[in-house]
Nanobody, 122 residues
């Protein structure tokens, strides 16, 4: 089992940057793929990025490719999501999630954090 806590959200102007952090508890962190999802008001939760347990493989939603970067430090039980060139449409609650396989569907993930709000003003 793993517990996840997100941080780093906030208010930023369009074109700005934020760095989200997902801190995990548990000794088996390095066995989990970690993904970021986001959910805007009135919309379904959507995939943003995922990183494999080793960190060697990553995948991104088309909408964020080239602007966002996911990385992990298994020694620190932490996953980072660096977000650059932010747009108003990136506004959402961002969640990190864990599963043994790097998947892109929210329904495949058993473990979730509480979320962190990202607001991008135009």
């Amino acid at each position: 089992q793993v517990q996840l806590v997100e941080s780093g959200g906030g208010l930023v102007q369009a074109g700005g940057s934020l760095r989200l952090s997902c801190a995990a508890s548990g000794r088996t962190f390095s066995t989990y793929a970690i993904a970021w999802f986001r959910q805007a008001p009135g919309k379904e939760r959507e995939f943003v990025a995922v990183i494999s347990p080793s960190g060697r493989t990553t995948d991104y939603a088309v909408s964020v490719r080239g602007r966002f970067a996911i990385s992990r430090d298994n020694d620190k039980n932490t996953v980072l999501l660096r977000m650059n060139s932010l747009k108003p449409e990136d506004t959402a609650v961002y969640y990190c999630s864990a599963d043994f396989q790097p998947r892109t569907r929210a329904g495949d993930y058993a473990y979730w954090g509480q979320g962190t709000q990202v607001t991008v003003s135009s």
